[in-house]
């Protein structure tokens, strides 16, 4: 007999999952399906993901098209012209002088790609001595061994302490709600929490370190907003130090802080940026790192025709991800998204703070259309009120996501206003019903 649970999801509780199954069997625009006929407003676009709602008529044609014309290319040492356009219009849309892009399939590749290419590029200059990691409390790189070692969520590193990579260490995060609880987009306190980078560098002699990874504004543990002075002061002490400042805007990047990336929005430029989500608008899965020309260049020596980084997967420059790329990028562009989604930000900022006062909220913040819920823990049960909110917004047909008791929401780059409304007082409401 088939197994009809043999289906292990991801960072879920499967075995609660399986007493009340949730089951998505369609999605247009901006409303999902269910297996039982019900329609779903889609507050979190997907996962981050799908800013310009689903099934995209533009991009489901480029999709079609492609699988019809060329459906795989063999990915070394053969380029298709769908990933050659693509890195070229990516490399077009990010900060001046990060011209080069390596292809991945997600988000946890693109941050364990950035780290091997930070080392490999300290090595190829000679600093080879230069192999220490640098992340943040809080921080969320993916799930592979480098973006988890670097990240700073205890849960996801707690099984795996003893295998994760030597040499690591963490940024202080920069949440205080005793300083800036309640607080709209940047809040004004915090800087020098950057200084952590400056103690580290002194501690282990600056020589001795590669790179500092960071989320411009962090997503999944909770949408916390770099204060204002915050990533300047990184970028100083990276530049002193001659360490790697690497980006993770794997949410932030294609409009989701309007701006085709976080880094233009605070005015600050990093080394290397990794990229997912939004670059295909999720429709098949595809990652970027966005490298440096100084990095590119320091790289690409010896002979001619030796191979300059050992790294790569079969799937790198995908032609059907490719194509749904372009399209996305397409889309971005003609119908002026990352401006519009700036528009949309004050609007998102009043319909989120108005749940300030709601049973068990202790903290709304929000930057660009990432929006963060901070409910009070229920006493001995760390993550139930929030799992209750999800399951109670979900049942009244829209879908937000809580990580652990912080609601999170990233509405689409087109909402409406009526459709923000509606996510916030579905939200009202759960809070009402729930223990
Ligand atoms: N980095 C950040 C900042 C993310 O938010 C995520 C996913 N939410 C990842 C990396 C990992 O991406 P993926 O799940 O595609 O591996």
Redesign the pocket.
Known sequence: MNNEQAYWLPFTANRAFWKTPRVITGARGHYYTTDDGRQLLDGFSG??SSGLGHCHPRIVEAVREQVGTLDYGMAFQVANDRAVALASEVAALAPAGLERVFFTN??????DTALKIALAYHRARGEGQRTRLIGRERG????NFG?MSVGGIPGNRKVFSATLLPGTDHLRHTYSRADMAYSRGQPAWGAELADDLERLAALHDASNIAAVIV?PVA??TGILVPPVGYLQRLREICDRYGILLIF?E??TAFGRVGAPFAAERFGVTPDLI?T??GLTNGVIPM?AVIVSEKIYQALMQGPDNAVELFHGYTYSGHPVAAAAGLATLQVYREEDIFARARALEPVFEEAIHALKGAPHVIDVRNFGLMGGIELEPCPGAPGARGLEVFLKCFEAGVVIRNGGDILQFSPFLDSTPDELARIFDTVREALGKVA
Do not use: Q
């Open positions: 996962l981050w997600s988000g946890s590749e693109s941050a969320y790189h993916g799930v973006g989320e997503g999944s993770d794997v949410i990794t997912a989500k990652g």
